[in-house]
């Protein structure tokens, strides 16, 4: 099995495809299990179990650079595009494709939050770069 330092996001344009590589920080890495449902206490002590789907998500902290120093991974610019995309019907869709670092490939869309971080103090240039926490929830097939 191959391992990748990076995962690769790509949308479905059907003129100009965007495919890029995201440097994703050792150890935060993390295959999430969610699962639907509640567990609310009755009147009478007994518990009400409403049981859902289970769904798949992967959580990451990103590494962006805001220039680029090689054109096969993505800026800050990028990362933010892809998350801003917003129409599931429209092209390019928010229905991303993400390669993870096994090489599997998963149709995802971003959960609600994007949080990044600038690391140190340059706000611009080649040594500048955010850390930016991820969620994706991996859609069933």
Do not use: W
Not at 58 to 74: E, F, N, W
Not at 116 to 127: K, W
């Amino acid at each position: 099995m191959a391992v990748y330092p990076y995962i690769v996001l790509s949308d479905d344009h059907p003129l100009y495809q965007t495919a890029k590589r995201f440097v994703v920080v050792q150890d935060s890495y993390r295959p999430v299990i969610e699962k639907a449902g509640s567990v609310t206490k009755t009147v009478n002590g007994k518990l009400d179990i409403a049981a859902g789907a289970v769904f798949q998500l992967r959580s990451m902290k990103i590494r962006a650079r805001l220039v680029p120093q090689d054109t096969d991974y993505g800026t800050y610019d990028d990362l933010k595009y892809f998350f801003s995309l917003n129409n599931p019907n429209g092209s390019p869709s928010n229905i991303l494709e993400m390669t993870d670092h096994y090489g599997e490939v998963h149709n995802v869309v971003f959960a609600p939050k994007f949080e990044p971080i600038l690391l140190g103090v340059l706000l611009d240039g080649v040594n500048s770069s955010y850390l930016v926490d991820v969620m994706f929830h991996i859609i069933p097939e």
